[in-house]
């Protein structure tokens, strides 16, 4: 079984920061990509950033240089840094790893329970 556990969602005002953390533990071989998306009430679920293996990353445009992805590769950890944050970013945000259990086995994407990111305004 693989397990995302995020971390670090809340109410903030608009203008403030908040980190996001998420931890990946359980049986498997490899994960390729690690990222956050968002889900705000009757929107579709959009990706805000995503972080391969080697580190390159891929912003949303909307979120673009206020936010920071990172990776912790030796902890199996992903970091979502947001900062400026705006009303419109209020959302459930939710990790998704993107992972193999054998060298030879498809990629799987599997899914954090959310953590929502309220901001006031």
């Known amino acids: 079984q693989v397990q995302l556990v995020e971390s670090g969602g809340g109410l903030v005002q608009a203008g403030g920061s908040l980190r996001l953390s998420c931890a990946a533990s359980g049986s498997y071989f490899s994960i390729n990509s690690m990222g956050w998306y968002r889900q705000a009430p009757e929107k579709q679920r959009e990706l805000v950033a995503v972080?391969?293996?080697?580190?390159?990353?891929n912003y949303a445009e909307s979120v673009k240089g206020r936010s920071t992805i990172s990776r912790d590769n030796a902890k199996n950890t992903v970091y979502l840094q947001l900062n400026s944050l705006k009303p419109e970013d209020t959302a459930v945000y939710y990790c998704?790893?993107?992972?193999?259990?054998?060298?030879?086995?498809?990629?799987?994407?599997?899914w954090g329970q959310g953590t929502q990111v309220t901001v006031s305004s």
């Open positions: 998704n790893a993107r992972l193999r259990f054998t060298w030879t086995s498809n990629w799987s994407n599997y």
């Open positions: 972080i391969d293996s080697a580190g390159s990353t």
